[in-house]
Nanobody
Framework: QVQLVESGGGLVHSGGSLRLSCAASGRIFSNFVMGWFRQAPGKEREFVTTISRSGSGTDYADSVKGRFTISRDNAKNTVSLQMNSLKPEDTAVYYC?????????????????WGQGTQVTVSS
C-alpha cells in the first residue's frame, strides 16, 4: 500500500502561482512513477503531468505545458507541482497518483494509488 497526501491548494488570482505537494508513505517511493490529475466541476478527471521514477523523464498535458512543472525528491518521498500563470480554467481538484511501473502513463487506469485531492481555485 501507498498513502498519498496532497497539500498546497487554495485560491489564487488569474496569473498567479501555486505549488502543490504530495507526500507518500508506505512503500519505496522511488519504485513508483508519479502523476498529477485534475477534475473540474462537471467534468471528468484528466491527466496533467507525470514524472519518471528517477525524475529524469516528464510528460505534460498540452494545456499546462510551459506553465506547470513537476518534480520529485526521492529522499523526502515527495512530488511537487509548480503551477505558474494560472488561469480560471485550471480550477479543479488536483490529485496525486502513483504507478507501480517503469513507464510513464497519461491514463488514470494505469495508476495504482491515489490521494484525496486538493482544491485549486483560480479567480478571474
Amino acid at each position: 500500500q501507498v498513502q498519498l497526501v496532497e497539500s498546497g491548494g487554495g485560491l489564487v488570482h488569474s496569473g498567479g502561482s501555486l505549488r502543490l505537494s504530495c507526500a507518500a508513505s508506505g512503500r519505496i517511493f522511488s519504485n513508483f512513477v508519479m502523476g498529477w490529475f485534475r477534475q473540474a466541476p462537471g467534468k471528468e478527471r484528466e491527466f496533467v503531468t507525470t514524472i519518471s521514477r528517477s525524475g529524469s523523464g516528464t510528460d505534460y498535458a498540452d494545456s499546462v505545458k510551459g506553465r506547470f512543472t513537476i518534480s520529485r525528491d526521492n529522499a523526502k518521498n515527495t512530488v511537487s507541482l509548480q503551477m505558474n500563470s494560472l488561469k480560471p480554467e485550471d480550477t479543479a481538484v488536483y490529485y496525486c497518483a502513483a504507478r507501480r511501473h517503469l513507464l510513464l502513463s497519461t491514463q488514470q487506469s494505469d495508476y495504482n494509488y491515489w490521494g484525496q485531492g486538493t482544491q485549486v481555485t483560480v479567480s478571474s
